[in-house]
């Protein structure tokens, strides 16, 4: 029974890693369609996403099914606890890349005022950001998780400063408006990517030092004192 489980954990971490790789690709098409102003980039985010929920409810059986059929304790147990969690930011992960794909469709071209943006500046860290959450999962890296979470003030005053800048841009022409709001709209996704990579790093460090970190987790991670795991 022990190998057993062991076996069906480790297929729960392929699984993982497989969707893991499949929504890191959403990302990059997605950002890319904005950057690039491509369509074709777009219409593949599209779809993938039936791919990305496959997956979804595949992990999510099996950590039922883990469940049901094992009794597992400590690490074992948290790791299918936040394999669930992980699994449905992951899922989020993709339908924010979808939401994306689809502003960038609604874009005509590039508007003038785009160089004046951070975009690829902020693009670059909730990608980033994503990475690293998935890459501390698979690598079981502590400290890559933290800085996950470090990294979501940096995102947030830059998708803040932006989004004031862009109600400036509306103002100025009437052409503006529209692909101001589509960007509006897209810098708000960007920052719910940085949000749910967060949540990953979060899962991370509780598999690892049996500790949530949510709501608090500046004091935590200053912390150099080890748990018991």
Same mark, same amino acid.
């Given at each position: 029974?022990? =190998?057993?489980?062991?076996?069906?954990?480790?297929?729960?971490?392929?699984?993982?890693?497989?969707?893991?790789?499949?929504?890191?690709?959403?990302?990059?098409?997605?950002?890319?369609?904005?950057?690039?102003?491509?369509?074709?980039?777009?219409?593949?985010?599209?779809?993938?996403?039936?791919?990305?929920?496959?997956?979804?409810?595949?992990?999510?059986?099996?950590?039922?099914?883990?469940?049901?059929?094992?009794?597992?304790?400590?690490?074992?147990? =948290?790791?299918?606890?936040?394999?669930?969690?992980?699994?449905?930011?992951?899922?989020? @992960? *993709?339908?924010?890349?979808?939401? @994306?794909?689809?502003?960038?469709?609604?874009?005509?071209?590039?508007?003038?005022?785009?160089?004046?943006?951070?975009?690829?500046? &902020?693009?670059? @860290?909730?990608?980033?950001?994503? /990475?690293?959450?998935?890459?501390?999962?698979?690598?079981?890296?502590?400290?890559?998780?933290?800085?996950?979470?470090?990294?979501?003030? /940096?995102?947030?005053?830059?998708?803040?400063?932006?989004?004031?800048?862009?109600?400036?841009?509306?103002?100025?022409?009437?052409?503006?408006?529209?692909? *101001?709001?589509?960007?509006?709209?897209?810098?708000?996704?960007?920052?719910?990517? *940085?949000?749910?990579?967060?949540?990953? *790093?979060?899962?991370?460090?509780?598999?690892?030092?049996?500790?949530?970190?949510?709501?608090?987790?500046? #004091?935590?991670?200053?912390?150099?004192? #080890?748990? #018991? &795991?």
């Amino acid at each position: 029974m022990e =190998r057993l489980f062991d076996i069906q954990i480790e297929k729960l971490k392929t699984k993982l890693i497989k969707m893991c790789s499949l929504v890191d690709e959403q990302v990059e098409f997605a950002i890319r369609s904005v950057e690039e102003n491509n369509r074709a980039l777009a219409d593949i985010v599209e779809e993938r996403d039936d791919k990305v929920d496959k997956y979804d409810i595949k992990i999510e059986k099996i950590c039922q099914k883990m469940f049901a059929l094992n009794q597992p304790v400590a690490m074992d147990l =948290r790791l299918i606890m936040s394999a669930l969690k992980i699994n449905a930011n992951l899922e989020r @992960i *993709g339908d924010i890349a979808v939401n @994306i794909a689809l502003d960038s469709k609604d874009l005509d071209s590039t508007p003038s005022f785009f160089e004046r943006l951070h975009f690829n500046e &902020i693009a670059d @860290i909730a990608r980033s950001m994503i /990475k690293m959450a998935i890459d501390s999962f698979i690598d079981n890296d502590i400290d890559l998780a933290k800085k996950v979470i470090t990294s979501d003030d /940096k995102l947030d005053d830059l998708v803040n400063e932006d989004s004031n800048l862009l109600k400036e841009i509306m103002k100025e022409k009437p052409e503006n408006v529209e692909p *101001g709001l589509i960007f509006y709209s897209i810098f708000q996704e960007l920052e719910r990517l *940085g949000d749910h990579a967060t949540n990953i *790093g979060e899962e991370v460090y509780f598999i690892m030092k049996a500790q949530s970190i949510k709501h608090s987790n500046e #004091d935590l991670l200053d912390s150099s004192d #080890d748990v #018991d &795991i």
